[in-house]
């Protein structure tokens, strides 16, 4: 277990202690409502959300922030829709001008088809954000260089993707990921790409220190549903990771003893074909 | 620590240029005219009196929220609780300084050539100084290094650059037009009657580049300024010109959120309250910069001004 986490197994980024490491995305669901309830069910203590352009035609208070009254969450923004670090420092000043806290998380994608992340930018945007004083969280790929490189550049958390942002191919290169929380020194939370459940119990089987999943619970044919089994997933998948998996081997080891095997001749191990099981 | 990303104009001392007056007196004016970091250079005082002048600079830029530098001595910038140190090319190299004074604190260098300014920046420096753009009794014996070094350092380089040497209010907009967004001076400052005078004005000359560069389509989006104290004594003066403005009603041409509009508001509150968004929770950008919805009633809206309205949606 990391030395971020206590006795109590809670997880702490930017002195910000969390007992939730499920982190939700508030985009995509099918009414405000379902998204509320997708969040009671997630448990989830940390949202994110986006930052755009009032719309000036028909400026009603649809802000997202209108459905969070009076509820303790942390804020993360995001920088989504920022191509390069300067777009990305612009839009994390104007959420910090929100008065909701510090937090950012970096997104500053290269290509419109995978919106995969820019690496150098990101980094980039990072290092200044991360001088300006602010809690930053970059979504990364899963590289386990950059990963060590945000980290060293001040990083709060790293957030490494397990596949393209809304694909729902889950872990694509688990082998990565499985370095990334090996080596970090900051809290690794999975973003983007996981499909449902399985997904985010492999993620922290691999040592992960919670996901952010927004597509699959809001895009779920039930959302709610899927956000509680996201939550009993991350739990169960960090339990398996504490206890300590078995290590894989090739061939099948029995699980009783081979003696007193019935039908057996009188020198039993001479038999390879006998299956005891 | 004290960010130099959000300096504009830095001006450095310089007591020969002002016999009869005293060095405080003189960067006083300078910064109430919009100095946002002083450097104290003395080339020939000794330590003791070095230290003595870093100390009551120290007093007079804390009191006003301004950056201080040391030029040259780092032990002094440290004794003296001064933000930085600014080295010369044959001074000890960054990283000595940086061991010294640690990570927090700004170390800057002068370059005279892209190699040096590549250098710099690859070797940790916070800022450099690009000069002398023109010639400089203040470096006497230096070859100017013209404005096409300042259009490479803008090029190419992304820390924060001072174009300096030989830079005054009739030469600056040349300077500001070949990429430069920061300036420095000396003589055109502090050997200025009224330095405060000299200040205000090279100030209006960056803000209207700025306001150049943010109009223009491909010019890169600002890095802004953060909130700071620089803005209180620039939002008296705004509050000066929105006065002037509520007097003569004008029709001007705005960009709000990416589309050009008129409007007759003068203030951004004004602007918001247009779109019925004065007291809705919406965060405000005017040319690349955060306003605060506290000084909306205090922004004058001008003409060619890119003004954004965001709020929080759904994401993830």
């Not at chain 1, 399985?198 to 922290?204: C, G, P, S, T």
């Amino acid at each position: 277990m990391r030395n971020e986490t206590t006795d109590k197994d809670m997880l702490v980024i930017g002195g910000t202690r969390l007992r939730s490491r499920f982190f939700l995305g508030t985009g995509r669901y099918p009414s405000p409502a379902v998204m509320l309830m997708a969040l009671e069910a997630s448990g989830a203590e940390v949202v994110t959300f986006a930052v755009r352009r009032v719309n000036l035609e028909c400026a009603e208070d649809d802000s997202i922030l209108s459905h969070f009254a009076d509820r303790k969450l942390i804020y993360l923004p995001n920088t989504s829709g920022a191509g390069n670090a300067d777009e990305a420092v612009r839009i994390a000043r104007l959420a910090r001008e929100a008065g909701l806290g510090n937090w950012v998380k970096v997104e500053i994608s290269a290509n419109s088809r995978t919106l995969l992340p820019d690496p150098l930018e990101t980094l980039r945007a990072t290092e200044r954000l991360v001088k300006e004083g602010f809690t930053v969280l970059p979504y990364a790929s899963d590289d386990p260089v950059l990963c060590k490189r945000l980290e060293e550049a001040g990083a709060a958390a790293v957030m490494p993707g397990g596949a393209p942002i809304g694909t729902g191919l889950g872990l694509l290169n688990p082998y990565h990921l499985g370095l990334i929380a090996e080596e970090a020194r900051v809290p690794i939370i999975v973003d983007a790409g996981l499909g449902a459940a399985a997904d985010v119990a492999q993620a922290m089987e691999l040592g992960a220190d919670g996901i952010l999943a927004n597509t699959p619970v809001a895009r779920a044919r039930d959302p709610v549903a899927m956000a509680k089994a996201m939550r009993l997933a991350l739990e169960a998948g960090r339990l398996s990771a504490q206890a300590g998996r078995i290590p894989p081997k090739r061939y099948a080891t029995a699980s009783s003893e081979a003696n007193g095997v019935l039908f057996g001749s009188a020198d039993a191990d001479a038999d390879s074909r006998r299956r005891p099981t | 620590m004290s960010n130099v990303n959000r300096c504009k104009l830095y001006v450095i001392t310089g007591e020969t240029y002002h016999p009869g007056r005293e060095l405080l007196e003189v960067m006083e004016s300078a910064i109430a005219g919009g100095a946002d970091v002083v450097q104290l250079r003395d080339k020939d005082a000794p330590v003791r009196e070095l230290l003595e002048k870093a100390r009551a600079l120290r007093e007079l830029t804390r009191k006003h929220g301004v950056p201080l530098i040391v030029n040259d001595h780092p032990e002094i910038a440290l004794a003296a609780d001064a933000d930085g140190v600014h080295l010369g090319q044959e001074d000890a190299p960054i990283a000595a300084a940086r061991e010294l004074l640690g990570p927090d604190r700004i170390v800057g260098i002068s370059t005279h050539s892209i190699a040096q300014a590549r250098a710099a920046e690859r070797a940790g420096a916070d800022y450099i100084g690009v000069g002398p753009v023109y010639p400089t009794a203040t470096k006497p014996g230096r070859a100017a290094v013209t404005t096409s070094f300042v259009a490479a350092a803008a090029a190419e380089i992304r820390i924060p650059f001072f174009a300096i040497g030989g830079i005054h209010p009739g030469n600056a907009a040349e300077v500001l037009a070949a990429g430069a967004r920061r300036l420095c001076a000396v003589s055109a400052v502090v050997g200025s009657p009224d330095p405060g005078a000299a200040c205000r004005e090279l100030r209006s000359l960056i803000e209207r580049s700025e306001r150049a560069a943010s109009l223009g389509e491909a010019a890169p989006l600002g890095e802004g300024v953060n909130p700071g104290q620089a803005r209180e004594v620039k939002e008296v003066k705004e509050v000066k010109k929105v006065k002037q403005v509520n007097e003569v009603k004008q029709v001007k041409e705005v960009t709000v959120n990416g589309v050009r509009r008129t409007t007759e508001a003068a203030t951004l509150l004004e602007l918001a309250a247009e779109f019925g968004l004065a007291d809705k929770n919406a965060v405000a950008e005017r040319n690349g910069r955060v306003a605060r919805k506290a000084i909306w009633p205090i922004t004058p809206l001008a003409g060619g001004d890119r003004i954004e309205f965001v709020q929080f949606v759904g994401g993830g």
